[in-house]
Every structure is written in structure tokens, then in C-alpha cells.
């Protein structure tokens, strides 16, 4: 299914949204075609149309800070489903880089993707403590990387706006 970047007012990117909304949204006035796919033409009875990939409200929306929530699933979102450790893709669990009985907490940067395996092995120390390398770091994610990710794929054109 076709999306559509949508962009508030000032550039920023506020989220992806159907062809079909986007569609209407350019069609009722409210946003602009900033790109669009000449190739690939909507077609109606009457007339064709632009197919949209970057649209762009044309008044600016607010919108509060949108945090991405801290779950189980995020997690493995984040660590693109493997283990921190191993980097395998079976039997994942959450491990606490500093554990819990040690003051570890629920946090963006203490929760890791990690198998049994490497869990077991980790036990109750810190990476350091089990010499265990990190394939990659805990960090708290934003709002867009989660909307590049939900999309699999990064259209060219979205790249300047997304920042990737």
C-alpha cells in the first residue's frame, strides 16, 4: 500500500498516512504537493490526478512531543529483533544491561534485546563483568526513527526530511 509523508507547516514531519488520505487532504485544500509520483498518476472518470508521496499542511498543526512508549516490543523494534550480544534472532528476552537487583532500572538505555543464551551467560553482572561486547548500545529512540521503521521502506525523497 502507497504511503504518504505528511509534513506540518514548518518542514517537519509529522507522520505516514494512506495514499487515500493523503489524497483527500491535498483534494479539500488543507495540505500541498511538495513531491509526488508523475510516473504513477491517480485516474479518475474526469480527470487525472498527482500522486502524492510528500505532502505538506498548509496550516501549521501543534503537536505536543511525541515520546515512543516504552514496551517489550519497542525494544526489539530498536535492536531490529536480535540479541545485543550475539546478534541471533531466536528465543529474544529483555536483559538489563545494569540489573535490577543492582539499581537497574526500566529505561530506554538499561533494556536490551537479548537471547536466553546470552542472558544466562550475563547472569546477574554487567556486560564488562561477563566480558560481553554490545553489537550496539542502548539509547532511548525518537518518534520518527519509529515512523521510518513501521514503513520498512525509506522512499528517496522522504530522506531530507527525515534526516536519515
Known sequence: MDKVLVLNNDYTP?????????????????????????????????????????IRLIRYIYLPYKKVPLTRYNIFRRDGHRCVYCGTKNDLTLDHVLPKSRG???????LVSC??????????????EADMSMIVKPYAPTYIEFIERMNGVIKEEWKQFLLV
Open 115 to 128: 537471547c536466553k543464551v546470552c542472558n544466562l551467560k550475563k547472569d546477574n553482572m554487567t556486560p564488562e
Open 14 to 54: 509529522i507522520s505516514l498516512t494512506t495514499l487515500r488520505r493523503g489524497f483527500k487532504l491535498v483534494y479539500k485544500g488543507k495540505a500541498e504537493i511538495i513531491f509526488s509520483d508523475d510516473d504513477n498518476p491517480i485516474i479518475s472518470e474526469v480527470k487525472n490526478y498527482k500522486r502524492p508521496t510528500i
Open 104 to 110: 537497574g532500572g526500566n529505561t530506554w538505555k538499561n
